[in-house]
């Protein structure tokens, strides 16, 4: 049964794809096969008729999911597939990875994006020429992630906590207070009584002259 791979891979799934383990030999008996996968919605995998041949209207991807319930993509020779599983190796096949081809009629096994959340299932089928030869079984439904709507996304100003808010406040009030300290000192400069001082001419200052009295060396017969 095909399922997603247990790979440690980011996006496993997406909005358009999802990643599976490859069918390693699960075929190994079918050497000259050719290995397609088909996808479908869940509510038509039942109804999948294993005759229908790649390629044709019938499964052509781009009229999936309009008039074809499933296509069939991602054709692989067991060559692609050997058994065992080489040590190391990533060995997996992301469905809905080519959008070069989404809408080339000319193309129509594109492994194209997925067209919406699913839920999808996916079998691989073995054919020799157009025969069927061998297949798996359905895989368990999965689903794809979907993309929030515009309307559910938080705004900005819906996420602040009870603190910021606040924060806010305390600081809306704060500046408010210097705001109105600042055009009362502006009110209060206008008059007189702000900023006119009288400067007067310091006193001049006299400074007495003083002779100082030097010392003479005397004479010896002096003393």
């Known amino acids: 049964r095909p399922a997603l791979t247990q790979e440690q891979l980011l996006g496993v799934t997406t909005a358009s794809t999802f990643v599976l383990d490859q069918p390693r030999c699960t075929f190994k008996d079918f050497g000259n096969a050719v290995i397609w996968l088909v996808v479908a919605l869940e509510k038509d995998a039942s109804n999948f008729n294993n005759s229908a041949g790649p390629g044709t209207p019938e499964t052509a991807f781009q009229s999936f999911p309009g008039t074809v319930r499933a296509y069939m993509t991602l054709n692989a020779t067991l060559d692609s597939y050997p058994c065992p599983k080489p040590a190391g190796d990533i060995t997996v096949l992301r469905v ?128």
């Open 96 to 223: 809905g990875s080519e959008t070069s081809c989404a809408e080339d009629e000319s193309r129509p096994t594109c492994n194209g994006p997925l067209p919406g959340p699913g839920p999808y299932r996916v079998k691989f089928l073995a054919l020799e020429g157009s025969v069927p030869v061998a297949e798996t079984e359905w895989s368990m439904p999965i689903t794809l992630r979907t993309a929030k709507s515009p309307s559910s996304i938080p705004t900005a100003g819906s996420g602040h906590s009870a603190g910021m808010i606040a924060i806010t406040t305390i600081l809306s009030i704060l500046l408010a207070i210097l705001l109105a300290a600042l055009v009362a000192m502006l009110v209060f400069c206008g008059s007189d009584s702000c900023g006119s001082s009288t400067f007067s001419k310091p006193e001049s200052v006299t400074v007495r002259r003083y002779n100082t009295h030097h010392v003479y060396d005397q004479r010896a017969d002096r003393l």
